[in-house]
Structures are given as C-alpha cells and as structure tokens.
C-alpha cells in the first residue's frame, strides 16, 4: 500500500475508533438541524393583543372578532382608554395594541375616515416588522370586506412603533449580545480554567490542602467574577458610545442585574468542568451548554414565542433568556425592578440552584 | 507508626493497582517505594494522602484514619505528586508564597525548614516555574511541601525524567531532612535509589515483592552471583546464554550477572566451570567472580515473567 | 581515521542558536557504523536540539554534519528515509492494531506488500507476538509497547536507528530485554544512537559522549572515561563533568 493510502487509512481508522468524536459528528447535524429550523421562524404568532375601544359597537366588536379569529393573534386585553397600555407594555404583557377612534361606526357609516392606531412593541427583533403587517392585514381585509357589500370605508391604520421608534437594529441585537458575550466569558474561562488544574496536576495539591471545595470554587468565581465585570462595563460602554443604543432606564440597576447574570454563568461553567478533566472536553461542553443555547434560545436572535412549546419550555432554562428581557427592560424600555423583579428572582434562584450543584458534584477525592 | 497499611486494595476497572497490601512505616523513616511504571505507587499514595478510596482494607497515617479523617490528615500532610504540579505562570517565590497560604502557614515561618533547598533557588526567585530547568522544578515542588512543615512528606517519583546530578543532589536534601525527624515516603523507579532509603518496599504490579532494609533485601537474594567480563559483550552474552548450566543472565553495565541452575554448589565451583566454557567458546580475556547481589537483581528474580502481552 | 564508508554520523563544529542562546555549541563528533553510541547529558544541556538536527528535524546555525551519508543542510528529506527513530513520547497509534500500526509504517517508508508480511512475522516471532497482531496497542503493557516500538523503527531496515530514552519507567527485565535487541540490531550493522537518563545503560554503549552546556564534555568508551576521570561508574562521571555548572537553573 502506498505511503498516501496508508496515511488514509489510518485517519478512517482513527475516526471511527473515537466513539466519542463519531456520536458528535452524526448527531450533532441532526440535532441542529431540528434546533435551527424551528427556532428560526420569522413569522409570529400568538401576538399579545390589548384592544382599546372606547365606544365599542358593531363596526368594532367585528373587527375585534376578526383578530380574535386568527392564530396570529391572542386578544388578552380590551381596554376603554389607552391609559392602561404603558405599564402593560412595559411588563411585556402585551405586545401590540390597537386602538379605535371613538364613535368609530357611526364614523364608518357616515363615510367619514376612522381611525385605527397600531401600536407594536418593536423591542423584539424581527418581530416588530411582522407584528404591524399582520394587523394592518386583518385591518385591510375587513376594509376590503366592507367595501364589497357597498359604502365606502376608510380605515386609517397608523403604526407607531414603541421603545425602538428608529428600529435600529443595534438596538435589538445589543441588549441580547451583552448577554452573550458574559456566558462566554463567564462559562468558558471558568471550565477551562478549573480543567487546566485537572490536566497540569496543580489539582490534586490543592484537594490534597486544608481548602474546601467552596473556597475553591467561590475562590474562582469572585476572580472571574472581577473579570465579568469589567466585561460588563467595557460591553455596555460599547454599546452607548459606538451604536447608540439608549439606556432609558438606570445605568445601576443594569450593571447590578450584569453582575447577577456572570454570577449564574459562573456557576454553570463551574458545574460543567466539575464532571471533566479535560480543558477540551470542558471547552465543547460549555460551549455546547452555554452558546448554543443562548444563541437559539434566550430570545437574543430568534423570537421565542414562533418556537414550538418544547422549545420554548426549555428555553426557560436558559439564563440569557431571562437577562435578554432584563437588558431589554432596562436599556429600551426604561423599566425597573418593579416590572423586573419575577425575571431577577428568577436568575437569584438558578444561581443558588447552580452554586449548590456545583459545590456538591465538587468531589474532594479523585475517585 | 506513621503509617499503617492493612490489605489495601485498589482496582481501576479490570486492572488491580493495588493488590492486598500490608506494610508499616515508623516515624522518622525514611521510607522507599521502588518500582516501575504501573506498579501501583502512585495509586498507593493517592489512597494515603486521602485522594483515593479504596476498595478494600484499611490504612492509617500519623494515626488518623484516611478514609475518614480527610481533613484532620490534610493540614498534617504534605504531598508532592508526580510530575512537577506547580503553577508555571507564577513566580518562584510566588507559588512558594501560595502553598504557604493555603495550608495558614507563612514562608517567614517556616524558612529554616526550607532554607537549605530554597537558597538554592532564591537567585531564580522571580523566574517563572515553568521556565526552570527540571531539577530546578523538583525543588520547588518540594519546598512547596515542606512551607507548611508537615508531620509526614509523601513524594511520588521526585526524580523521575531529572539527570543524574539533580537526582542525587535531591537525595542529599531529603537526607538532611530526615535529620529534622520528619517521616519521608518516597516513590522511584530507579533501582539504585533504593540504596538512599532506610528501608524499602519492592512494588510491581500491585504486589510487595520484600519489605526491608536495602542491604538486607539485596542479601536475601539466595542463591550463588556471578559476575562475568569480556571485552565481546554481545557475543558474551549470547554465549553465555548457551552454557547448559545457566539460569539467568543478565547485563548489569559492563559485566554479566549470571546464576548457574544447579542448587548447592559453592561459587568458587561454579566460577571455575564457567570460565572453562568460556575459555572454549573463545573468549580467552574472560574473567569470572563471585559478585554480592544488588537491589535490582534480588527484585528481577522475585519479580517473575514481565507481564504477558495479550 | 575511520575511512568516510565507516562513519555513520558525523558532526563538525555543529552549532545551532535561538535568539541570544546557544543550544548546542559547537560539537564535534564521529558515529561509527555499526556502534551503539550513547548520547547522554542533563536536561537543557543541549541533547534534544541536537538530536533534532541529526534527524532532519532542524537546521543548524552553523557548522555541518552528515547523517548516513546525507547533508542535513540540503538532504534532510533523504536522511528521514534512511533512518529510524522511536522516542518516549510518541511510538506506536494507541488506537490501531499491532498490524495495522507495521502496515502503516511499511507504506510510509514505500515497502512492497510481501515485504511488509515477511518482516512482520519475523518481528512478531522475535517478540513473541505472533497471537496478538490483532490487540490494539493500547492494551500491551508499557514494556511490550516499547520493545515493539522499537522494532517498527527498524522495519525499513535503516543504516541508522536514532532512541530517546527508550526505557523509562519500564521494569529492569524488560529494560534488558530491550537491550538485547539493540545488540542484536548492532550486531546485523544498523548503527544505535540512544539516550538514556539510566546510567547503567550507558555502560551498555560501545561509546559514549556527554553534553554539557551545549558541548561535548566527554566522549570515548566507558571504560576508557571511567580511568580518564578516575571514577568507578558512569554515574559519578557524570557528576564530575557536570559539578561545574550544577548551580544553574
């Protein structure tokens, strides 16, 4: 056999000997494949709708009925006055609105122009766009509807895009991109940097020491923590200073809200090298359980709510999802623990949660 | 006792790395593991600074047991594992400064303890750990154990992959150690070592194969040795394998160890009939004399086949 | 004078520097055929980069050398046909077979089918393997691994074998046994060059050189060292020679 084929031979003998490179090299397609196509959904559905109609009457209630109708939409508001709409936009409640014009059929009969304001919270990427289109939609087609059976309607829709009235993209992207970028840092540096001490033989002097497995872990984690920070606010700095994106809400509450989502990601990256004892390994595993779920499923890109429900059960699980609210909350929408107090409570619980399985799975032995 | 071992058993899926072992070491000792790669020295030590549990048996150190007394053991203990566990971005001084930290203990403290050792480093006290040569490394991972003035010192393979000069200059300090009434256990592949120790346990395999003073285990070695030079050493060899009396032979360094298969008979007898076939074969500037047997041959007769391949 | 068809390896003011430092200095040496020459010294006393050039893994700073015949300035690709090399820390793929592992090497250095076969079932034989050319490496225990590795290095046939620190760690019968094949590798002409941290095994050696701070400090047969120096062992030579720089890091 020639020098070359030998040489290929040995390669396919290799590859189909590691078991373990072999599982990642079919599954993983597969897997991402299932992930990726339904977590990619441009399209929406089940829209949050708040209805506010002041003078509610056959011209309204049919078009109400109409939205009702549709998968796009799930009317879970009817509002007299426009009053209400803030906080429940500001909580996420809701995610669209429209609003009738008062005496709105009696405007219709009269041949008179009545007005329908669409209100849409274009915080969400992609969403925004879709979320008008649709109601403009339903709003048109009961125009079009009208017009057959005779009389002339006009139906006004107007669009007005909150939180992010510019729809600058960067303002999507940046609240879900600090949290990103905080995993990496915090999972990955701490998996690694507990796994080198596995793999240089450092490990065993300190086990072999008076420390407790908490110290060492707390040990590691306040040092990343520091690093985390200054993450934070190097990432943050960035985001008002090159792509503007405003910080409507309090600069504090942001940095606090930072520092408890490293804490989380700390803790994971924590979890993840305790169970590996190659730098490796641990660098596929954080990876694996850290980025590829906070890039499919926090919400950051992909909007949760189009996923099918496993999906979108999971991804509560997943810490960026709930910072990706918590940034948005505070950088666009300018809301603070009031609104943001179940998503921080949230995050406080899986940090324990972690903290106390990372410390537990921390053997004191080697075996 | 230091350290008592009590049918100790260790397995690692269908290997056995220690197979029912039962050994004291009295405080003071200075204590020798002598064995190749794979026989269960490391393991032994992991049980015994309590990084390991074993499957079987009991082992006590300073008194305390391992199993169950992990933390009272660890802050009495000092380890040093194999292959230089050191933090190579730190400083010398640094990872000294760390290791004396972590155990409550201060470098100022303890320096006499140390001294001897660290002067010979402190010129590189700034160095990184991992810009030192291995002798250099070896030293530091020793004082690191000693920061804290432990009550036992256990060194797996210290001078394993470190030149001959470092390797002895090594053994000096841990005599003078021993001098301060400190209980070394020490690990090593290399046979001659074992001549540094008090006392010594031959390892292969999981098993002791003798548990003594170096002297006493050479003496014990049985039978009549042989020693044989000639300048042809291969041709030597190969024809002194051929003599029909032969039991073993051996190259030691220049010469040929032999033993003869035939029980009873005194050297002088043995030596005669020897040189009287090698005389034959041609090997006119033989010469053969009786030898006192080291370590290494006393654990190559004990130690059996070498394990089988398949 | 050995005549230019008796020189295995030959080396002349052979320097080679990184930067500021000096690895090897200047070193000047012979390698006979056939000899089982021992290159021993301290870590950091230059062996590995010297080791490296003769191997065609490295080119000098200056001086020459020649490695079976070959230049290793402009013959390096010719000197890593003619010679085998097996080091500690790399032998054998621990995930192929025994057999796989011999046909992989017979390709790599261009040996027909029936070559390979033949040799490989002299080896075997030799070894005693014959049963268990089918166990992946990973299973043998560490001696057997080296005694094979040792004999894949030697499939091709080459004039020159180079070993770095063949035995480590292996137990002190197998460690012989491993010399019982240099022997008989040396006795069928193939030249040896080892190094060794055993200096028992320096003994082994027809000749011997020592490295010191990147030059040679001693070089000649044991026997002829030991009176030179006036020590007993090759231990205490070393010692002695390498006493002076003992205080470096």
Same mark, same amino acid.
């Given at each position: 056999?020639?020098?070359?084929?030998?040489?290929?031979?040995?390669?396919?003998?290799?590859?189909?000997?590691?078991?373990?490179?072999?599982?990642?090299?079919?599954?993983?397609?597969?897997?991402?494949?299932?992930?990726?196509?339904?977590?990619?959904?441009?399209?929406?559905?089940?829209?949050?709708?708040?209805?506010?109609?002041?003078?509610?009457?056959?011209?309204?209630?049919?078009?109400?009925?109409?939205?009702?109708?549709?998968?796009?939409?799930?009317?879970?508001?009817?509002?007299?006055?426009?009053?209400?709409?803030?906080?429940?936009?500001?909580?996420?409640?809701?995610?669209?609105?429209?609003?009738?014009?008062?005496?709105?059929?009696?405007?219709?009969?009269?041949?008179?122009?009545?007005?329908?304001?669409?209100?849409?919270?274009?915080?969400?990427?992609?969403?925004?766009?879709?979320?008008?289109?649709?109601?403009?939609?339903?709003?048109?087609?009961?125009?079009?509807?009208?017009?057959?059976?005779?009389?002339?309607?006009?139906?006004?829709?107007?669009?007005?895009?909150?939180?992010?009235?510019?729809?600058?993209?960067?303002?999507?992207?940046?609240?879900?991109?600090?949290?990103?970028?905080?995993?990496?840092?915090?999972?990955?540096?701490?998996?690694?940097?507990?796994?080198?001490?596995?793999? +240089?033989?450092?490990?065993?002097?300190?086990?072999?020491?008076?420390?407790?497995?908490?110290?060492?872990?707390?040990?590691?984690?306040?040092?990343?923590?520091?690093?985390?920070?200054?993450?934070?606010?190097?990432?943050?700095?960035?985001?008002?200073?090159?792509?503007?994106?405003?910080?409507?809400?309090?600069?504090?509450?942001?940095?606090?809200?930072?520092?408890?989502?490293?804490?989380?990601?700390?803790?994971?990256?924590?979890?993840?090298?305790?169970?590996?004892?190659?730098?490796?390994?641990?660098?596929?595993?954080?990876?694996?359980?850290?980025?590829?779920? +906070?890039?499919?499923?926090?919400?950051?890109?992909?909007?949760?709510?189009?996923?099918?429900?496993?999906?979108?059960?999971?991804?509560?699980?997943?810490?960026?999802?709930?910072?990706?609210?918590?940034?948005?909350?505070?950088?666009?929408?300018?809301?603070?623990?009031?609104?943001?107090?179940?998503?921080?409570?949230?995050?406080?619980?899986?940090?324990?949660?972690?903290?106390?399985?990372?410390?537990?799975?921390?053997?004191?032995?080697?075996? | 006792?230091?350290?008592?071992?009590?049918?100790?058993?260790?397995?690692?899926?269908?290997?056995?790395?220690?197979?029912?072992?039962?050994? &004291?070491?009295?405080?003071? &000792?200075?204590?020798?593991?002598?064995?190749?790669?794979?026989?269960?020295?490391?393991?032994?030590?992991?049980?015994?600074?309590?990084?390991?549990?074993?499957?079987?048996?009991?082992?006590?150190?300073?008194?305390?047991?391992?199993?169950?007394?992990?933390?009272?053991?660890?802050?009495?203990?000092?380890?040093?594992?194999?292959?230089?566990?050191? !933090?190579?971005?730190?400083?010398?001084?640094?990872?000294?400064?760390?290791?004396?930290?972590?155990?409550?203990?201060?470098?100022?403290?303890? !320096?006499?303890?140390?001294?001897?050792?660290?002067?010979?480093?402190?010129?590189?006290?700034?160095?990184?750990?991992?810009?030192?040569?291995?002798?250099?490394?070896?030293?530091?991972?020793?004082?690191?154990?000693?920061?804290?003035?432990?009550?036992?010192?256990?060194?797996?393979?210290?001078?394993?992959?470190?030149?001959?000069?470092?390797?002895?200059?090594?053994?000096?300090?841990?005599?003078?150690?021993?001098?301060?009434?400190?209980?070394?256990?020490?690990?090593?592949?290399?046979?001659?070592?074992?001549?540094?120790?008090?006392?010594?346990?031959?390892?292969?395999?999981?098993?002791?194969?003798?548990?003594?003073?170096?002297?006493?285990?050479?003496?014990?070695?049985?039978?009549?040795?042989?020693?044989?030079?000639?300048?042809?050493? !291969?041709?030597?060899?190969?024809?002194?394998?051929?003599?029909?009396?032969?039991?073993?032979?051996?190259?030691?360094?220049?010469?040929?160890?032999?033993?003869?298969?035939?029980?009873?008979?005194?050297?002088?007898?043995?030596?005669?009939?020897?040189?009287? !076939?090698?005389?034959?074969?041609?090997?006119?500037?033989?010469?053969?004399?009786?030898?006192?047997?080291?370590?290494?041959?006393?654990?190559?007769?004990?130690?059996?086949?070498?394990?089988?391949?398949? | 004078?050995?005549?230019?068809?008796?020189?295995?390896?030959?080396?002349?003011?052979?320097?080679?520097?990184?930067?500021?430092?000096?690895?090897?200095?200047?070193?000047?040496?012979?390698?006979?055929? %056939?000899?089982?020459?021992?290159?021993?010294?301290?870590?950091?006393?230059?062996?590995?980069?010297?080791? $490296?050039?003769?191997?065609? /893994?490295?080119?000098?700073?200056?001086?020459?050398?020649?490695?079976?015949?070959?230049?290793?300035?402009?013959?390096?690709?010719?000197?890593?046909? =003619?010679?085998?090399?097996?080091?500690?820390?790399?032998?054998?793929?621990?995930?192929?077979?025994?057999?796989?592992?011999?046909?992989?090497?017979?390709?790599?250095?261009?040996?027909?089918?029936?070559?390979?076969?033949?040799?490989?079932? $002299?080896?075997?034989?030799? /070894?005693?393997?014959?049963?268990?050319?089918?166990?992946?490496?990973?299973? /043998?225990?560490? %001696?057997?691994?080296?005694?094979?590795?040792?004999?894949?290095?030697?499939?091709?046939?080459?004039?020159?074998?180079?070993?770095?620190?063949?035995?480590? %760690?292996?137990?002190?019968?197998?460690? $012989?046994?491993?010399?019982?094949?240099?022997?008989?590798?040396?006795?069928?002409?193939?030249?040896?060059?080892?190094?060794?941290?055993?200096?028992?095994?320096?003994?082994?050696?027809?000749?011997?050189?020592?490295?010191?701070?990147?030059?040679? %400090?001693? /070089?000649?047969?044991?026997?002829?060292?030991?009176?030179?120096?006036?020590?007993?062992?090759?231990?205490?030579?070393?010692?002695?020679?390498? =006493?002076?720089?003992?205080?470096?890091?």
């Amino acid at each position: 056999m020639s020098a070359f084929a030998g040489l290929l031979r040995k390669e396919w003998l290799h590859i189909r000997r590691d078991r373990r490179t072999l599982l990642v090299v079919i599954f993983m397609p597969i897997i991402q494949v299932i992930l990726f196509g339904y977590a990619i959904r441009t399209d929406v559905s089940g829209i949050r709708l708040a209805v506010v109609d002041p003078s509610p009457d056959a011209s309204t209630l049919e078009l109400r009925n109409r939205f009702a109708g549709t998968d796009a939409f799930r009317v879970v508001r009817v509002l007299p006055n426009a009053g209400a709409l803030d906080p429940l936009f500001a909580s996420g409640a809701i995610q669209e609105a429209i609003l009738f014009d008062g005496d709105f059929g009696n405007k219709l009969a009269r041949g008179l122009p009545a007005r329908v304001l669409v209100v849409v919270d274009a915080s969400e990427p992609n969403s925004g766009s879709a979320m008008e289109s649709y109601a403009i939609g339903v709003i048109q087609s009961y125009q079009r509807d009208i017009a057959t059976k005779g009389g002339a309607v006009t139906i006004v829709p107007e669009a007005r895009m909150r939180f992010n009235p510019t729809r600058a993209s960067s303002n999507l992207f940046v609240p879900g991109l600090i949290a990103f970028v905080l995993t990496i840092i915090s999972a990955l540096m701490t998996a690694i940097s507990l796994t080198r001490e596995k793999e +240089t033989g450092t490990m065993e002097i300190l086990l072999v020491s008076p420390l407790r497995p908490l110290e060492i872990i707390v040990g590691k984690v306040l040092a990343y923590l520091v690093i985390g920070f200054v993450s934070v606010l190097l990432v943050v700095a960035e985001a008002r200073l090159v792509f503007a994106v405003p910080l409507q809400g309090s600069l504090f509450l942001l940095l606090a809200e930072g520092l408890l989502f490293i804490l989380t990601s700390l803790s994971l990256g924590i979890l993840i090298s305790s169970r590996t004892s190659s730098q490796r390994v641990a660098m596929i595993g954080a990876l694996a359980g850290t980025m590829l779920p +906070t890039i499919l499923l926090s919400g950051f890109i992909f909007p949760i709510e189009s996923m099918p429900w496993p999906l979108r059960l999971i991804s509560n699980a997943v810490p960026a999802k709930w910072f990706v609210l918590i940034a948005r909350g505070i950088m666009l929408k300018g809301v603070g623990l009031e609104y943001l107090w179940p998503q921080t409570l949230i995050l406080l619980a899986m940090t324990v949660v972690l903290v106390g399985a990372a410390t537990r799975s921390f053997r004191i032995r080697l075996a | 006792m230091a350290v008592t071992i009590d049918s100790l058993v260790k397995r690692f899926g269908e290997t056995t790395a220690v197979d029912k072992v039962t050994l &004291e070491i009295a405080a003071g &000792e200075l204590f020798g593991f002598i064995g190749p790669d794979g026989a269960g020295k490391t393991t032994l030590f992991r049980i015994l600074v309590t990084l390991l549990l074993p499957d079987a048996g009991r082992a006590t150190v300073l008194g305390r047991d391992v199993t169950t007394d992990v933390w009272e053991l660890r802050r009495r203990v000092g380890y040093m594992p194999g292959r230089f566990s050191l !933090y190579p971005d730190l400083s010398v001084e640094e990872n000294l400064h760390f290791f004396a930290s972590v155990f409550g203990a201060s470098v100022e403290a303890q !320096y006499d303890l140390i001294a001897p050792i660290y002067d010979q480093l402190a010129p590189f006290k700034d160095r990184r750990a991992g810009a030192l040569s291995g002798g250099m490394k070896q030293k530091l991972a020793l004082c690191c154990a000693l920061v804290h003035r432990p009550e036992i010192l256990f060194l797996d393979e210290p001078t394993t992959g470190v030149d001959a000069v470092s390797r002895r200059e090594f053994w000096e300090l841990l005599a003078r150690l021993k001098g301060t009434g400190l209980t070394i256990v020490v690990s090593t592949p290399y046979m001659d070592e074992a001549n540094r120790c008090g006392r010594v346990a031959l390892m292969q395999r999981g098993r002791m194969l003798g548990i003594d003073a170096p002297s006493r285990i050479a003496a014990s070695f049985g039978r009549p040795l042989l020693r044989v030079r000639a300048d042809r050493r !291969y041709p030597l060899l190969l024809a002194t394998r051929e003599y029909p009396n032969a039991a073993t032979v051996f190259p030691f360094g220049d010469v040929l160890h032999f033993t003869d298969r035939r029980d009873g008979l005194p050297p002088e007898e043995i030596a005669r009939e020897l040189l009287a !076939y090698l005389h034959q074969r041609g090997f006119a500037d033989a010469q053969v004399e009786a030898t006192a047997p080291t370590i290494e041959d006393t654990f190559m007769a004990r130690m059996g086949e070498p394990e089988k391949a398949a | 004078m050995t005549a230019p068809n008796e020189v295995a390896i030959e080396a002349r003011e052979l320097t080679r520097r990184f930067g500021s430092f000096t690895a090897v200095d200047h070193i000047t040496f012979d390698v006979r055929v %056939g000899e089982v020459f021992g290159f021993l010294g301290a870590n950091g006393a230059g062996k590995t980069t010297a080791i $490296r050039i003769l191997t065609g /893994l490295l080119s000098p700073t200056s001086g020459t050398a020649r490695v079976a015949g070959h230049d290793v300035y402009t013959e390096s690709e010719w000197i890593k046909r =003619r010679i085998g090399y097996m080091s500690q820390k790399f032998s054998l793929y621990e995930d192929l077979t025994i057999a796989e592992n011999i046909r992989l090497y017979g390709g790599i250095y261009d040996l027909s089918k029936d070559a390979v076969r033949d040799r490989m079932s $002299r080896m075997l034989s030799r /070894l005693g393997l014959e049963q268990s050319a089918g166990t992946q490496v990973r299973a /043998l225990p560490l %001696g057997w691994r080296q005694k094979l590795a040792f004999s894949v290095a030697l499939l091709h046939e080459p004039s020159i074998v180079f070993l770095d620190e063949p035995t480590s %760690g292996v137990d002190p019968i197998t460690r $012989r046994q491993f010399w019982e094949l240099i022997y008989e590798a040396a006795a069928r002409g193939t030249t040896v060059f080892v190094t060794t941290h055993y200096m028992d095994e320096a003994e082994y050696c027809d000749r011997i050189s020592i490295m010191v701070a990147g030059r040679i %400090g001693a /070089l000649g047969t044991p026997a002829e060292l030991k009176q030179q120096f006036g020590v007993e062992t090759i231990d205490e030579l070393f010692v002695r020679l390498a =006493r002076p720089t003992a205080g470096a890091a």
